[in-house]
């Protein structure tokens, strides 16, 4: 499986950032797919997800209403839009799976993910 992460960088806090993750080589039809984060010394966050099965969507309360994420079925590619950041968000993202699954309605709960990629929010 590759989970492949882009679109991190710097930014201000109030800025946007949009995270892409390309996806290949998942042996399930349906599956869940999203993202995690973690900062360093703090535990891993999940952060959001959706997935191919009933379109369901999940987001870690902190940041609902600011990220948004969405599907190109077609591209096989994911995005993270994400607005009103804030330095809280600081984290190194990581693109991530979890095979069978036909809703997040209760989370993500992920089993694989790639290389992330880090956001950095100043204030």
């Known amino acids: 499986v590759q989970l492949q992460a882009f679109g991190g960088g710097l930014v201000q806090s109030g800025g946007s950032l949009r995270l892409s993750c390309s996806a290949s080589?998942?042996?399930?039809?349906?599956?869940?797919i999203g993202w995690f984060r973690q900062a360093p010394g703090k535990e891993r966050e999940e952060v959001s997800c959706?997935?191919?099965?009933?379109?369901?969507?999940w987001y870690l309360s902190s940041v609902k209403g600011r990220f948004s994420i969405s599907r190109d079925a077609a591209k096989n590619t994911i995005y993270l839009q994400m607005n009103s950041l804030t330095p809280e968000d600081t984290a190194t993202y990581y693109c991530?799976?979890?095979?069978?699954?036909?809703?997040?309605?209760?989370?993500?709960?992920?089993?694989?993910w790639g290389q992330g990629t880090e956001v950095t929010v100043s204030s």
């Open positions: 080589g998942l042996a399930s039809d349906v599956y869940a």
């Open positions: 959706t997935t191919n099965g009933d379109g369901s969507k």
């Open positions: 991530a799976a979890r095979e069978l699954t036909a809703s997040v309605i209760y989370g993500c709960d992920f089993q694989k």
